[in-house]
């Protein structure tokens, strides 16, 4: 859970106490309404999903069998591909192929976290890193819902609310500054992998910006892994790693560079490793080009079973001859079956 601000630390002992008797007391008349569900016949799903826009904002009409992707199609030389059509793609799951039920080429706002190190060695980059994270935003499209998480050894929700309601909102949350301590960073992204279930945009961001390893997590890199493959979010990376000298940075951390790509990776995501602090705000312009330029695929598996088992996605795309590269999340673990879990003992 993100912690409101700075100020709330000695006073939460008790709140997980009390919410835990008030969500009990809550959760009463849902349990019982559902006990009565379990006898009565379920309602048809739905058929073909459906792409609205209600508002200015688009929704996908789905049930919770659907798997949605969002890819990203590059030519052989690293140009975005913004004028595919459905026929030009090609989806498996653990090597079958599946029928597209949904298609999009928008720009479909997003729910999205900003997570940025606070820790001691981050004091000198962060005033590069809040100019960046600033030209991110205003990239970005406007009718997204943002929010800001500092960490160092513990980690923090900066922007009032659950989301921040303009750029001051914003521009706020990155001012406040306390860079000392260690890296907690696998415990802010998975908490703030948590907060991005609060908001109601389709598709779900997540970008870090961090100058080390952690080292101060009670989540393990594994644990972290699995949450994200769970929860159907792109996370970017940006990683200011190893010694600067000269206003460069030298590489000394492979480890931390490895975990960082394979973070952002597993989920359809990129991870950045610039060469100084002057190209931190074009990445992050590019970053936020990407997530607008996406395509929206979505299919019904043809292995139905909801085995809560983890399912290996391929996409291809192609237009004649031309070598076309497509980057989009590698997989998602499908749906448990409850009922048969607590039939089984599970």
């Known amino acids: 859970m993100l912690r409101r601000n700075r100020k709330e630390a000695g006073a939460r002992a008790l709140r997980p106490i009390v919410l835990g008797v008030l969500l009990a007391l809550l959760a009463l008349p849902v349990w019982l309404a559902a006990q009565q569900a379990q006898q009565a016949p379920t309602p048809a799903t ?9 508002g200015g904002e688009y929704k996908i009409n789905v049930d919770v069998n659907l798997v949605v992707l969002h890819a ?7 140009r975005m591909v913004n004028n595919l059509k459905e026929g030009d793609f090609k989806v498996y799951e653990d090597g079958v192929p599946q029928k597209l039920s949904v298609f999009s080429h928008a720009d479909v706002p997003v729910t999205m976290g ?6 001691g ?21 406007p009718q997204d819902q943002v929010f800001v998480v500092n960490f160092n050894d513990v980690y923090y929700l900066d922007t009032p609310g659950d989301f921040a309601s303009g750029i001051e909102d914003l521009r706020s949350a990155l001012e406040k500054i306390d860079s000392r301590g260690g890296t907690a960073l696998y415990d802010a992204v998975y908490a703030s992998l948590d907060h991005l279930k609060l908001g109601n945009r389709d598709k779900k961001v997540i970008l870090v910006v961090t100058d080390g390893d952690d080292n101060a997590s009670r989540y393990t890199f594994q644990e972290l892994i699995a949450h994200a493959q769970k929860s159907n979010a792109v996370i970017y990376t940006i990683g200011l790693l190893g010694e600067e000298h000269s206003g460069l940075f030298k ?16 989920t359809g995501g990129q991870a950045f490793m610039p060469r100084s602090l ?12 990407d997530i607008r330029n996406q395509y929206t695929l979505g299919y019904y598996p043809t292995d139905a079973k909801k085995d809560g088992t983890y399912r290996k996605v391929r996409v291809e795309a192609s237009t004649g001859h031309d070598h076309l590269t497509v980057r989009t999340r590698a997989g998602y673990f499908a749906p448990k079956d409850q009922t048969a879990a607590v039939a089984s003992g599970q």
Not at 72 to 78: A, E, I, S, W
Not at 114 to 119: A, G, L, N, P, Y
Not at 253 to 261: E, P
Request: glycine share 4%; net charge neutral.
């Open 46 to 54: 739905s058929g073909t999903p459906q792409l609205e826009k209600k």
């Open 72 to 78: 990203t199609v590059l030519d052989k030389r690293d």
């Open 114 to 119: 900003i997570v940025i190190d606070d820790s």
């Open 121 to 141: 060695s981050m004091r000198e980059k962060r005033a590069s890193v809040n100019a960046a994270a600033l030209a991110f935003v205003k990239t970005s499209n």
């Open 251 to 266: 590489l000394h951390g492979s480890d931390a560079a490895r975990k960082l790509k394979q973070m952002a990776e597993v």
């Open 278 to 289: 002057d190209e931190v705000e074009s990445t992050c312009v590019g970053i936020a080009h």
